[in-house]
């Protein structure tokens, strides 16, 4: 019974002791509606065309005790991809580019978190685009300190880049210049500014 009794205290002092490490974690909701996912691309050889990817979703588990504990999983309509040109839209929502039709989404999952100097994070995971995935970095600033909004809820943000290659996930189609080089450049440069809401129900 002794014995009992001292393993039960043991079990007690251990649920106690990782508390706080539970509390310290958080999930946040990434706000599409003041979110924005950028991407740039050379075009002819002789400017960078802009684009934006316009319906995001997804959640960010911040442990601030350990960022590297911190944990991203976002999804993004492929659909929703806007350049300021109708036809040029189109054409990248068919099967030369992203075939929405086929692949409505492309997904980021984190696999590891690691800092990278004051405020600055290094965020690899798996980038699954085009029913490819891929293994990506994003150089991170932030998350920010807390903030409150007039409404009560409670709002942080992170500012995010990284560069892909899209022959990697497929996306090959281009053609060749009379003068040399080609359409499209292969090389795309991701920007992404996100500002999350705190999940009151975690």
């Known amino acids: 019974m002794k014995a009992l009794f001292s393993t039960t205290r043991l079990m007690i002092a251990a649920v106690l002791l990782a508390l706080p490490a539970l509390a310290s974690a958080s999930t946040w909701n990434i706000d599409a509606d003041h979110s924005n996912i950028q991407f740039k691309v050379r075009h002819l050889m002789v400017s960078n ?21 911190s944990r991203v999983a976002v999804t993004i309509d492929t659909e929703s991809i806007s350049t300021g040109v109708v036809k040029r839209d189109e054409h990248l929502k068919s099967a030369d580019f992203f075939d929405v039709a086929k692949f409505p989404t492309m997904t980021f999952v984190s696999t590891k978190v690691a800092k990278n100097g004051k405020d600055k994070l290094k965020v690899t995971g798996d ?66 500014e996100v500002e999350m809401v705190k999940d009151q129900a975690k």
């Open 49 to 69: 065309v802009k684009g934006v990817f316009g319906k995001v979703q997804g959640t960010v588990d911040i442990d601030d005790k350990n960022i590297t504990k």
């Open 127 to 192: 980038l699954t685009l085009h029913g490819i995935t891929r293994v990506v970095q994003l150089d991170v600033e932030g998350p920010s300190a807390d903030s409150k909004d007039p409404w009560g809820k409670t709002r942080r943000g992170v500012s995010a880049s990284t560069k892909i290659n899209r022959k990697d996930f497929g996306l090959a189609w281009n053609k060749a210049l009379e003068t040399g080089g080609v359409v499209v450049g292969d090389e795309i440069t991701i920007n992404l």
